[in-house]
């Protein structure tokens, strides 16, 4: 058979268990073409009944021969010759036919099984029979008298104290260099021990022939094991493992014991209640034995018997030695074609691993040196304690290679194996199933293979199911993925790897393979149209534990270990520590992430980086924030258990911050308040705002350290055509929640925090605090105060604020809250966004509720007062502000477009906007600022009457522009106040709809008499025209005042009758250019020149002049003059005033010269009767 050829062996570290004998080289392995023969046979050996006596004689002699020989191979074959003789001897066998060369093959207890299970080529050799007989098939069976005399062959092997002397003389030099074997006791068999433990720094050729060449037969059968009787004999009867009386189990069964401990010892880390303890030295002579056979799975005999023919079908390539054949069955433990017997007997032994690292020899001798550099193995004393256990080395191996400290390749790539094999098998971790087995039957059963029971235990932990899991079993998961530590590596979870291969492969192609940051490739992806749902299902039940342990990502670590140091007092926290508590450096990182070089110590550059990373990706869900989830959990339940889309659940919290918990309330408020000034933590926004961003904010999104521009920017553009519903959604819910509390609105925060401490301490409500600040600038500016108490950058900011308010009625609460029910009913159908919800309201006021109507008063009266936040207004007419009113006062605007409305140039749906806003100024005078100043002493002095009606928050329809309308006819305004009234008829002149009192007495009168004027909308006065034609035909005596005022009004002013003034537009040129507008003066001129036969006017002017005189009769016939002022009104502003004056002179003369006559005729009469 071939040979098995080993550079190097496993460096065993302890030596808690000592071996008998000499041990061989691997099962199976010897010299090519097999041992030598032993030149001489024992000559001790004359007859069976006198064994014992020459037995030890032939030994001596074989073995004296053999010490001074230069080849190792005739050193063992000399004891294999002595022990043949000596087993011979004992087992009473037929003496030898040739006293030169005694072969088992020969003897007749075992002839017939030799025959007909080893080669032919095998007899002449007494170790190749062994090996053949020992290593047979399962079902074949040997006799007895055969079995007890390969037993009593290998026990006068391992036994003989001359081999002793034999090890001396081959190994001198290697003892002399081992200083703990020189110090040995001689004649105890403690020497062969000791250079088995040191076999790894054996470099003597022919010692280490002579210590590899037995360790095959001594692992064939426990018994031969020195002490391990001793020590577990107690657990071997109690365990029912086992016999320990020679001959009474085959050498199939020896391997079975020991594997019965170990399954032992295994299932007893797994109970919570030890029902039969296996002892301590014992426990230590297992492990130790496991650890021996590490370097060739021949030497762990049940697990060879088991995966015999796995071996073969998996790893027939695979060169036996230094565990490449376990890690080569460990590979494909999970394929279909592994047997269920080998798949146990390698999960066992993983087990083991797990318990004692030093089971596995390519982990044990690959990592020596590190655990060393890195004083992973503190006690030497306690060869099995804590420090053995695999999970300790991993976490004491991560934290170094995480911190930077150097930990060689070939350590990191075994530390990886056995990283991936936690993570695929759970059983491997005693603490899962003993802590986890309940939710293991109830949720996970028949999940085994490739981590799916480890995931499914994950995914209820993490709470995606209606169970929960255990405390006890969560800190068992948790410490789980700090040993795999699946941050490092993805591949470590195979679950994860698998899911999201496809994933990788097209979304994060661009990132080397294995690097840690493909995890964060894939939590940027997470619930894009690159995320398949099963790796979205693992991905976030790993993160979900990773999140719990900064160390954990590795990224993370390396580059805020000195912050943690500096800023969150580490220095004393062990890596490994359990009493770290979860999230608290992470808290204590993002604290200072965001704090400005006036509050003090700031993260570095590098480490705010990974910080505003880790953030971004908690806020793609909830779940993924320790201390959020905390809190906040019976208020998740309570408000948020059917928001399970991505980012509903935080969304949630935050819209019913005011009904959380207190504790609750505050995280969630921290949160929102450091995503204020960070906008991009926000991923699922940042991700649906992309093209808006793009398109108009990439100057401010493209800066590393936000300060609340961006959302600003969003905002600003929420209505542009890049804005999509996602986005606009979710920009509008930010500006709902910085409602809350003026926090939540980081340039606010910064700009006016002092003057809100100052000046509205005890406000927390952003829009109250709005309101408080914007009163005082208001106060302060009507009274003129010498200092504005408000601070010019947190006046600059208010101004921002309340133009973002003004675009949503929502962000207004006290106008929202009461208008809920008016907006169900009157706008179901119209978005809030645009200030459409608003101006919805606006077009139907006259059917609101009175505290909406209210509302929307105030309102109004806001927006006129400051037409900057008329939202609507400044969006349709944004670019005729720019066009026309560049260099207006930002409070003149609509003033300025007024004046700019008829212009050719100006905008159609900016035009229409302005008549909107005249409409509305005109209902009320309080709505018309400048009106307002320019009549406020006319108003309480021809209009008190109206005022006294009036309530504060609803309109006066017109009543009081109304009545300085009459009161300019009668021309008893101030000049101020008449050039304002005189606009405003000139403007309702033209469109009846600015004439509110019109408008609402005449509205079925123009349906009815004027229908085809009103719907063509020309704004030229042709509805006003019609009304005056048809006067005659109006039969509601309210809309015939109405038009009998207006040709009152008309008769003072040519400009306040568009058809007459276009009608004699000309002819003012020609015959009244001197005659300065106002007061009828040039309504008068038209009159005179119209009698005047000498002046011809143009026909259409002449035609519309005669039917104003008719119309003006009618007016006086049907109205006559209610008194004598009204009366004295009417003629002065005639245009036949003179006429009408010299008539009434005329008229008085004659009457004082008829009572003149009369008095003198009364006085003559008189007199004569008294003559009488």
């Given at each position: 058979m071939?040979?098995?050829?080993?550079?190097?062996?496993?460096?065993?570290?302890?030596?808690?268990?000592?071996?008998?004998g000499?041990?061989?080289?691997?099962?199976?392995?010897?010299?090519?073409?097999?041992?030598?023969?032993?030149p001489?046979?024992?000559?001790?050996?004359?007859?069976?009944?006198?064994?014992?006596?020459?037995?030890?004689?032939?030994?001596?002699?074989?073995?004296?021969?053999?010490?001074?020989?230069?080849?190792?191979?005739?050193?063992?074959?000399?004891?294999?010759?002595?022990?043949?003789?000596?087993?011979?001897?004992?087992?009473?066998?037929?003496?030898?036919?040739?006293?030169?060369?005694?072969?088992?093959?020969?003897?007749?207890?075992?002839?017939?099984?030799?025959?007909?299970?080893?080669?032919k080529?095998?007899?002449?050799?007494?170790?190749?029979?062994?090996?053949?007989?020992q290593?047979?098939?399962?079902?074949?069976?040997?006799?007895?008298?055969?079995?007890?005399?390969?037993?009593?062959?290998?026990?006068?092997?391992?036994?003989?104290?001359?081999?002793?002397?034999?090890?001396?003389?081959?190994?001198?030099?290697?003892?002399?260099?081992?200083?703990?074997?020189?110090?040995?006791?001689?004649?105890?068999?403690?020497?062969v021990?000791?250079?088995?433990?040191?076999?790894?720094?054996?470099?003597?050729?022919?010692?280490?022939?002579?210590?590899?060449?037995?360790?095959?037969?001594?692992?064939?059968?426990?018994?031969?094991?020195?002490?391990?009787?001793?020590?577990?004999?107690?657990?071997?009867?109690?365990?029912?493992?086992?016999?320990?009386?020679?001959?009474?189990?085959?050498?199939?069964?020896?391997?079975?014991?020991?594997?019965?401990?170990?399954?032992?010892?295994?299932?007893?880390?797994?109970?919570?209640?030890?029902?039969?303890?296996?002892?301590?030295?014992?426990?230590?002579?297992?492990?130790r034995?496991?650890?021996?056979?590490?370097?060739?799975?021949?030497?762990?005999?049940?697990?060879?018997?088991?995966?015999?023919d796995?071996?073969?079908?998996?790893?027939?390539?695979?060169?036996?030695?230094?565990?490449?054949?376990?890690?080569?069955?460990?590979?494909?433990?999970f394929?279909?074609?592994?047997?269920?017997?080998?798949?146990?007997?390698l999960?066992?032994?993983?087990?083991?691993?797990?318990?004692?690292?030093?089971?596995?020899?390519?982990?044990?001798?690959?990592?020596?040196?590190?655990?060393?550099?890195?004083r992973?193995?503190?006690?030497?004393?306690?060869?099995?304690?804590?420090?053995?256990?695999?999970s300790?080395?991993?976490?004491?191996?991560?934290?170094?290679?995480?911190?930077?400290?150097?930990v060689?390749?070939?350590?990191?790539?075994?530390?990886?194996?056995?990283?991936?094999?936690?993570?695929?098998?759970?059983?491997?971790?005693?603490?899962?199933?003993?802590?986890?087995?309940?939710?293991?039957?109830?949720?996970?059963?028949?999940?085994?293979?490739?981590?799916?029971?480890?995931?499914?235990?994950?995914?209820?932990?993490?709470?995606?199911?209606?169970?929960t899991?255990?405390?006890?079993?969560?800190?068992?998961?948790?410490?789980?993925?700090?040993?795999?530590?699946?941050?490092?590596?993805?591949?470590?979870?195979?679950?994860?790897?698998?899911?999201?291969?496809?994933?990788?492969?097209?979304?994060?192609?661009?990132?080397?393979?294995?690097?840690?940051?493909?995890?964060?490739?894939?939590?940027?992806?997470?619930?894009?149209?690159?995320?398949?749902?099963?790796?979205?299902?693992?991905?976030?039940?790993?993160?979900?534990?990773?999140?719990?342990?900064?160390?954990?990502?590795?990224?993370?670590?390396?580059?805020?270990?000195?912050?943690?140091?500096?800023?969150?007092?580490?220095?004393?926290?062990?890596?490994?520590?359990?009493?770290?508590?979860?999230?608290?450096?992470?808290?204590?990182?993002?604290?200072?992430?965001?704090?400005?070089?006036?509050?003090?110590?700031?993260?570095s550059?590098?480490c705010?980086?990974?910080?505003?990373?880790?953030?971004?990706?908690?806020?793609?869900?909830?779940?993924?924030?320790?201390?959020?989830?905390?809190r906040?959990m019976?208020?998740?339940?309570?408000?948020?258990?059917?928001?399970?889309?991505?980012?509903?659940?935080?969304?949630?919290?935050q819209?019913h911050?005011e009904?959380?918990?207190?504790?609750?309330?505050e995280?969630?408020?921290?949160?929102?308040?450091?995503?204020?000034?960070?906008?991009?933590?926000?991923?699922?926004?940042?991700?649906?705002?992309?093209?808006?961003?793009?398109?108009?904010?990439?100057?401010?999104?493209?800066?590393?350290?936000?300060?609340?521009?961006?959302?600003?920017?969003?905002?600003?553009?929420?209505?542009?055509?890049?804005?999509?519903?996602?986005?606009?959604?979710?920009?509008?819910?930010?500006q709902?929640?910085?409602?809350?509390?003026?926090?939540?609105?980081?340039?606010?925060?910064?700009?006016?925090?002092?003057?809100?401490?100052?000046?509205?301490?005890n406000?927390?409500?952003?829009?109250?605090?709005?309101?408080?600040?914007?009163?005082?600038?208001?106060?302060?500016t009507?009274?003129?105060?010498r200092?504005?108490?408000?601070?010019?950058?947190?006046?600059?900011?208010?101004?921002?604020?309340?133009?973002?308010?003004?675009?949503?009625?929502?962000?207004?609460?006290?106008?929202?809250?009461?208008?809920?029910?008016?907006?169900?009913?009157?706008?179901?159908?119209?978005?809030?966004?645009?200030?459409?919800?608003i101006?919805?309201?606006?077009?139907?006021?006259?059917?609101?509720?009175?505290?909406?109507?209210?509302?929307?008063?105030?309102?109004?009266?806001?927006?006129?007062?400051?037409?900057?936040?008329?939202?609507q207004?400044?969006?349709?007419?944004?670019?005729?502000?720019?066009?026309?009113?560049?260099?207006?006062?930002?409070?003149?605007?609509?003033?300025?477009?007024?004046?700019?409305?008829?212009?050719?140039?100006?905008d159609?749906?900016?035009k229409?906007?302005?008549?909107?806003?005249?409409?509305?100024?005109?209902t009320?005078?309080?709505?018309?600022?400048?009106?307002?100043?320019?009549?406020?002493?006319?108003?309480?002095?021809?209009?008190?009457?109206?005022?006294?009606?009036?309530?504060?928050?609803?309109?006066?329809?017109?009543?009081?522009?109304?009545?300085?309308?009459?009161?300019?006819?009668?021309?008893?305004?101030?000049p101020?106040?008449?050039?304002?009234?005189?606009?405003?008829?000139?403007?309702?002149?033209?469109?009846?709809?600015?004439?509110?009192?019109?408008?609402?007495?005449?509205?079925?009168?123009?349906?009815?008499?004027?229908?085809?004027?009103?719907?063509?909308?020309?704004?030229?006065?042709?509805?006003?025209?019609?009304?005056?034609?048809?006067?005659?035909?109006?039969?509601?005596?309210?809309?015939?005042?109405?038009?009998?005022?207006?040709?009152?009004?008309?008769?003072?002013?040519?400009?306040v009758?568009?058809?007459?003034?276009?009608?004699?537009?000309?002819d003012?040129?020609?015959h009244?250019?001197?005659?300065?507008?106002?007061?009828?003066?040039?309504?008068?001129?038209?009159?005179?020149?119209?009698?005047?036969?000498?002046?011809?006017?143009?026909?259409?002017?002449?035609?519309?002049?005669?039917?104003?005189?008719?119309?003006?009769?009618?007016?006086?016939?049907?109205a006559?003059?209610?008194g004598?002022?009204?009366?004295?009104?009417?003629?002065?502003?005639?245009?036949?005033?003179?006429?009408?004056?010299?008539?009434?002179?005329?008229?008085?003369?004659?009457?004082?010269?008829?009572?003149?006559?009369?008095?003198?005729?009364?006085?003559?009469?008189?007199r004569?009767?008294?003559?009488?």
């Amino acid at each position: 058979m071939a040979a098995y050829s080993y550079s190097q062996l496993l460096p065993l570290l302890l030596t808690s268990v000592c071996l008998c004998g000499c041990f061989g080289s691997v099962l199976g392995s010897k010299a090519a073409g097999g041992p030598a023969e032993p030149p001489n046979p024992p000559t001790g050996l004359r007859a069976a009944d006198h064994p014992a006596k020459d037995a030890p004689a032939a030994a001596g002699a074989a073995a004296a021969a053999a010490a001074s020989s230069s080849d190792a191979a005739a050193v063992v074959a000399a004891a294999a010759a002595a022990a043949a003789a000596a087993a011979a001897a004992v087992a009473g066998a037929s003496q030898p036919r040739r006293a030169t060369a005694w072969k088992l093959s020969e003897e007749e207890a075992c002839r017939e099984d030799l025959s007909r299970l080893c080669p032919k080529h095998t007899w002449t050799n007494n170790l190749a029979v062994l090996e053949c007989l020992q290593d047979r098939r399962e079902e074949s069976e040997i006799a007895p008298d055969c079995n007890h005399l390969l037993w009593n062959y290998k026990l006068n092997l391992t036994t003989d104290p001359k081999f002793e002397s034999v090890a001396t003389e081959v190994c001198k030099s290697t003892i002399a260099e081992i200083k703990e074997c020189n110090e040995e006791e001689r004649g105890r068999g403690y020497l062969v021990s000791c250079l088995v433990d040191h076999r790894g720094n054996v470099s003597e050729y022919q010692c280490n022939q002579y210590i590899t060449k037995m360790t095959s037969i001594i692992f064939s059968d426990y018994r031969l094991i020195c002490g391990f009787m001793d020590k577990c004999k107690e657990d071997i009867n109690s365990l029912h493992c086992g016999s320990i009386n020679v001959g009474h189990k085959d050498v199939h069964s020896q391997g079975e014991v020991i594997a019965c401990l170990e399954k032992a010892l295994v299932r007893e880390a797994e109970q919570q209640e030890r029902v039969r303890p296996i002892r301590e030295e014992c426990q230590r002579a297992i492990l130790r034995v496991a650890e021996l056979s590490s370097d060739d799975f021949h030497l762990d005999r049940h697990l060879y018997f088991s995966c015999r023919d796995d071996r073969e079908r998996f790893c027939q390539n695979t060169q036996a030695g230094e565990g490449k054949v376990y890690k080569c069955l460990f590979n494909h433990k999970f394929e279909e074609a592994m047997s269920e017997k080998c798949h146990d007997a390698l999960t066992t032994r993983q087990k083991l691993i797990s318990q004692d690292y030093r089971v596995s020899y390519s982990l044990a001798k690959a990592c020596k040196m590190d655990l060393r550099k890195q004083r992973c193995s503190l006690d030497t004393n306690l060869p099995r304690a804590r420090e053995a256990r695999l999970s300790y080395l991993l976490l004491c191996l991560e934290a170094a290679v995480h911190r930077g400290r150097p930990v060689s390749g070939e350590c990191q790539g075994e530390m990886l194996d056995y990283r991936r094999m936690l993570m695929e098998d759970f059983s491997l971790s005693p603490e899962i199933v003993l802590h986890c087995r309940t939710e293991i039957e109830a949720h996970c059963s028949g999940l085994h293979r490739k981590g799916r029971t480890l995931h499914c235990l994950m995914r209820i932990g993490r709470g995606d199911r209606s169970a929960t899991v255990d405390g006890v079993c969560q800190s068992a998961l948790q410490t789980l993925i700090q040993s795999a530590d699946p941050g490092a590596d993805y591949r470590i979870d195979r679950a994860l790897n698998e899911a999201c291969e496809s994933v990788i492969q097209t979304a994060c192609k661009h990132i080397r393979n294995g690097d840690p940051m493909i995890l964060s490739c894939l939590m940027e992806h997470l619930y894009t149209e690159k995320m398949v749902e099963d790796c979205e299902h693992r991905l976030l039940e790993l993160q979900y534990f990773i999140s719990r342990d900064w160390k954990l990502d590795p990224v993370l670590y390396k580059k805020c270990q000195g912050d943690a140091a500096r800023l969150c007092h580490t220095h004393g926290w062990n890596e490994t520590s359990e009493l770290m508590p979860p999230g608290a450096v992470f808290s204590c990182l993002y604290r200072h992430a965001y704090r400005t070089e006036e509050q003090g110590r700031r993260l570095s550059r590098d480490c705010k980086v990974e910080v505003q990373r880790i953030l971004h990706q908690r806020a793609l869900d909830v779940k993924l924030d320790p201390e959020l989830q905390k809190r906040c959990m019976t208020d998740l339940g309570k408000w948020c258990s059917e928001k399970t889309d991505a980012g509903q659940e935080l969304e949630c919290l935050q819209d019913h911050l005011e009904d959380l918990v207190s504790a609750c309330r505050e995280v969630v408020g921290n949160l929102t308040e450091l995503e204020s000034e960070d906008v991009q933590i926000d991923a699922l926004l940042i991700r649906a705002c992309e093209p808006v961003t793009q398109a108009h904010c990439h100057d401010v999104a493209d800066i590393q350290i936000d300060t609340g521009d961006l959302m600003e920017c969003l905002v600003q553009n929420k209505h542009q055509k890049e804005m999509n519903d996602k986005c606009s959604v979710g920009v509008t819910h930010f500006q709902l929640v910085q409602m809350k509390d003026f926090r939540f609105s980081y340039k606010f925060k910064m700009a006016c925090k002092e003057d809100v401490l100052r000046l509205c301490p005890n406000i927390k409500k952003k829009v109250d605090v709005v309101l408080c600040l914007s009163t005082t600038v208001k106060n302060d500016t009507l009274q003129e105060a010498r200092e504005q108490r408000v601070s010019l950058k947190c006046r600059k900011q208010l101004r921002v604020e309340e133009l973002e308010m003004s675009e949503d009625i929502r962000l207004e609460p006290e106008l929202y809250d009461p208008c809920k029910s008016d907006i169900s009913r009157l706008c179901p159908n119209v978005a809030f966004g645009n200030a459409q919800m608003i101006e919805c309201l606006k077009e139907q006021k006259k059917q609101l509720s009175q505290r909406c109507h209210q509302r929307i008063f105030r309102l109004q009266e806001v927006e006129m007062t400051d037409p900057e936040l008329d939202y609507q207004l400044m969006r349709v007419c944004k670019q005729m502000i720019k066009r026309f009113c560049t260099d207006a006062d930002a409070r003149n605007v609509l003033q300025c477009l007024k004046q700019n409305k008829n212009s050719e140039l100006m905008d159609p749906k900016c035009k229409q906007m302005i008549t909107k806003r005249q409409i509305t100024q005109n209902t009320d005078y309080r709505l018309n600022p400048v009106l307002r100043k320019a009549c406020r002493a006319d108003i309480p002095k021809f209009c008190q009457s109206i005022l006294n009606k009036a309530s504060d928050d609803s309109e006066l329809e017109g009543e009081v522009i109304g009545c300085l309308k009459l009161k300019y006819a009668d021309q008893r305004l101030s000049p101020d106040c008449e050039d304002q009234i005189r606009v405003i008829l000139q403007e309702s002149a033209l469109d009846y709809r600015l004439d509110p009192q019109l408008q609402m007495h005449c509205t079925e009168e123009i349906s009815r008499l004027c229908a085809e004027e009103a719907a063509a909308q020309e704004q030229t006065g042709q509805v006003e025209e019609c009304l005056k034609v048809n006067l005659l035909k109006i039969k509601q005596e309210a809309c015939k005042k109405e038009v009998l005022n207006m040709l009152k009004e008309s008769k003072a002013d040519i400009f306040v009758d568009p058809v007459l003034h276009t009608a004699c537009a000309l002819d003012l040129k020609h015959h009244c250019a001197a005659i300065t507008p106002g007061r009828g003066r040039q309504m008068s001129c038209l009159m005179e020149a119209l009698q005047d036969k000498r002046v011809r006017l143009q026909p259409e002017c002449k035609k519309r002049l005669q039917d104003r005189i008719d119309m003006w009769s009618y007016a006086a016939k049907v109205a006559p003059a209610e008194g004598f002022s009204d009366l004295a009104v009417q003629v002065m502003t005639s245009p036949s005033k003179n006429y009408i004056l010299l008539m009434i002179a005329l008229s008085v003369c004659v009457l004082f010269l008829v009572g003149l006559l009369c008095g003198r005729i009364t006085k003559q009469v008189t007199r004569e009767l008294k003559d009488r």
